[in-house]
């Protein structure tokens, strides 16, 4: 049984690394044994050992991509509009991809429950105007988290493993979006 469960191991490796190679667009990209050795050069030797086992077409480069923010998620009639990813994409650094999307989704019931069927157009710049900053905002976190990260004091940091805990802050987690919208429609509709 011992034996058996072995061969069901699944075990997954990841290092972020810089890199400035410029990239198609793709999920992923076929890895290099050569380079992944070459990003933990004079690590331990177990890591390198891990590399060297996994088999060629089991290594993947998925490139973390910062996206500049889109000038509007909003449809030039303002009746469709890109929630999620699509409108502002995090990198996995923020760890606010998925929260995000549905505090868009929140917003906009929010948003198109008081403007009524009849003003969809008008809920839809308002739950623009209530959205963009914040996820900008947001997403900045992400690049913050990545820098520290990848320009660590690993010195500083045996002596404070907490400098590499991740940043939670308040205003990002502790905050209701669905509340939100409703107390702040009216003003954002007036600003429209």
């Known amino acids: 049984m011992h034996e058996q469960q072995a061969d ?17 667009e793709s999920w992923q990209f076929p ?29 993947f480069d998925y ?28 990198l996995p650094t923020s760890i606010q991809g ?13 948003c198109l429950d008081v403007a009524g069927k009849d003003h969809v157009t008008e809920g ?14 947001i997403q900045a976190t992400g690049v913050t988290t ?5 320009k660590a004091d690993w010195d500083a940091i045996w002596d404070n493993p907490k400098l590499l805990h991740l940043a939670r802050e308040e205003w990002i987690l502790n905050f209701d979006a669905e509340e939100d919208a409703y107390k702040s429609y009216e003003q954002i509709k007036a600003t429209l």
């Open 8 to 24: 069901n191991l699944v075990l997954q490796q990841v290092c972020t690394h810089k890199d400035d190679a410029d990239i198609a």
């Open 31 to 59: 890895g290099s044994r050569e380079q992944a050795l070459e990003c933990v050069k004079g690590w331990d030797p177990v890591v390198t050992e891990l590399i060297s086992a996994t088999p060629p077409d089991r290594l």
């Open 63 to 90: 490139k973390l991509v910062f996206r500049d923010p889109l000038p509007t998620f909003v449809s030039p009639k303002k009746r469709i509009i890109l929630i999620g990813d699509a409108a502002h994409p995090f």
């Open 98 to 110: 998925a929260s995000q999307a549905m505090e868009d989704g929140a917003v906009m019931a929010a």
């Open 124 to 137: 839809v710049q308002v739950w623009e105007k209530i959205r963009y900053d914040r996820v900008h905002r």
């Open 146 to 150: 990545r820098e520290k990260w990848h």
